[in-house]
């Protein structure tokens, strides 16, 4: 890994988030957690008429979880849900490092992140706010977590 | 006087690497010493111990066994009471598996200090589970210890274990093992206890400590993965039903009836790890041939050096005691805006190898109140430059991170 892995963007991201906040009105809202970091979030959309019409998220985890989950928010508010599934997906083959440089392009500041493909503990920090919204739209749930007893 | 510049040399990986490991906790490196005995012992002493009947088995064989003599010297034991596994994790589960399995029934109770390592926490709450017997937890003050008391009030006429390291692998404290087993043991309990942190630092003797169970692990002492070791008393293994079943473990069997071997063979299915049993012993000649007085002298020193450094950076906390004395090389911290991993991943940029996470002790995180933390662990190959460099780039931190 170099060292510009923690660049401006994702300082900025994680230090100063946009779309940190509470969200009142939102009609979808989901916990995602990343349990080798303890990265906690709720993520919270508007979508109506099949558009991530708002957005925002709350909780607590390491940098690259919260400003992953902070871009994101950027990318996908005002999008149609088709074309935020799209930039998922995107978003997931770039941190496995099979999207092409067009499509990293796409994804803007996202990009900022395309060295997790190199750094395989923190894919799931990397993923876990767009993880949470693929949960949300697409209706799949994960579950890591085995009781003992 | 030791040369600890001399003695770095003996590390390959310490002496051509360009970074600063300070992840010893997690793993010791290695020796040249130990990586020739198992090298040798593959070159020049390998079959199938205790089994073939000509030389190089019998030469196998006075291998194996011969490091099982020393491990037993090494902690103040007896030969039989010696029996090896893969690791400390695999040694408590044996202990729970076959002791636990034995004497428990419902009711009855295990008493877990908060901070223990998932591996003396979870085989427990396996057991317990399985036989109805319930787990309770002895808490430490905020400076991480446990007092006598704190165990008095906890133990009842069911309490069947106790189960607790010598040393946390989060706090780095020595805990008092002596006071708190022979509590136990006045309670009728049995005390287990988990060495993995304390033997690769201190000198340890089994009937010093009183306690009835230990456990530890060779890598975390400079001997090679797959070689750990549980210790018992003689007369509690005798009566414990085997952990594994296979070759090895048996004087005979036949359709219907089996005998098993005696102890300790009979916790050793199938064929075990003699290589890695060369280089255990390899490694314990390696740790006292400097002496563990000159090894805790030494990590002691770094350590201070270390906590020195961290006191004189805001927003950098220490977990446990201010006295370096009391940390064994570890030091567990966390620093105020930057999520453990994040911590990990800067210093790594420097070449400065921590760990981050929660360090297999999640209730105990959750106790401090704490999601995760990073822990700079000392061994007796690290130098003044180590912790110079861990210093610097844990100063650089902060600002890296766009919080100055």
């Known amino acids: 890994m170099n060292g510009t892995f923690y660049n401006e963007v994702l300082t900025e991201h994680n230090v100063r988030p946009y779309h940190k906040h509470h969200l009142e009105g939102a009609n979808f809202s989901l916990e995602g957690v990343n349990p080798s970091c303890g990265d906690d979030i709720i993520l919270s959309l508007v979508i109506e008429d099949g558009m991530v019409k708002d957005g925002a998220f709350e909780g607590d985890g390491c940098a690259i979880s919260q400003a992953s989950a902070d871009i994101m928010l950027d990318l996908i508010i005002g999008q149609t849900v088709e074309e935020a599934k799209r930039l998922a997906d995107i978003f997931f083959r770039m941190i496995k490092g099979e999207a092409t440089d067009e499509e990293i392009e796409e994804l803007d500041e996202g990009s900022a992140l395309r060295d997790v493909s190199h750094m395989p503990a923190r894919v799931k920090c990397a993923v876990l706010g767009w993880h949470t919204f693929e949960t949300i739209v697409m209706g799949k749930k994960r579950d890591d977590t085995i009781e003992t007893k | ?404």
């Not at chain 2, 030469?59 to 902690?75: D, H, N």
């Not at chain 2, 906590?307 to 201010?322: K, L, N, Y």
């Open chain 2, 1 to 404: 006087m030791t040369d600890f510049e001399l003695i770095r040399k003996e590390f390959p990986l310490i002496d051509k690497g360009d970074f600063a490991y300070l992840d010893t906790s997690a793993t010791a490196q290695k020796p040249y010493a130990v990586l020739e005995a198992v090298r040798r012992y593959y070159e020049e002493e390998n079959a199938n111990p205790l089994r073939g009947l000509y030389d190089l088995s019998v030469k196998a064989t006075e291998v194996y066994e011969g490091a099982r003599e020393k491990t037993a010297r090494f902690i103040g034991g007896e030969t039989e009471e010696i029996i090896f596994t893969r690791n400390a994790s695999e040694s408590l589960n044996l202990v729970a598996y076959t002791y636990g399995e034995k004497v428990l029934s419902e009711g009855d109770e295990i008493i877990i200090a908060i901070s223990e390592h998932h591996s003396n926490m979870l085989p427990w709450r396996y057991i317990a589970g399985k036989k109805g017997a319930a787990v309770k937890y002895l808490e430490c003050d905020e400076n991480g210890v446990y007092s006598p008391d704190s165990l008095r009030a906890l133990l009842t006429e069911r309490t069947r274990i106790v189960a607790m390291a010598q040393v946390s692998n989060i706090l780095g404290r020595v805990n008092d093992i002596p006071a708190l087993a022979a509590l136990a043991h006045s309670a009728g309990a049995v005390f287990v206890c988990d060495g993995a942190q304390s033997v690769p630092h201190m000198k340890v003797d089994v009937k010093e400590l009183g306690v009835d169970f230990l456990a530890f692990s060779g890598h975390k002492m400079g001997a090679p993965m797959g070689i750990g070791v549980l210790w018992g008393r003689k007369e509690l293994l005798e009566e414990m039903p085997p952990f594994m079943y296979g070759g090895e473990m048996i004087e005979y069997v036949t359709a219907d009836r089996v005998k098993y071997a005696e102890i300790p063979h009979k916790f050793e299915a199938g064929t075990v790890n003699a290589g890695g049993a060369a280089g255990l012993a390899a490694a314990i000649d390696f740790n006292e041939g400097i002496g563990f007085e000159n090894i805790h002298k030494r990590e002691t020193e770094l350590c201070a050096l270390a906590m020195e450094g961290i006191r004189s950076i805001p927003h950098v906390h220490i977990i446990g005691s201010e006295d370096p004395e009391e940390h064994c090389g570890i030091i567990t911290f966390y620093v105020d805006g930057v999520h453990p991993h994040d911590i990990s991943a800067v210093l790594a940029d420097d070449g400065v190898y921590i760990r981050a996470g929660h360090h297999c002790a999640q209730p105990f995180h959750k106790f401090m109140g704490v999601m995760s933390t990073a822990r700079a662990s000392i061994g007796i190959y690290n130098s003044e430059k180590d912790i110079e460099r861990f210093i610097n780039s844990l100063s650089q931190l902060r600002r890296r991170m766009g919080l100055e």
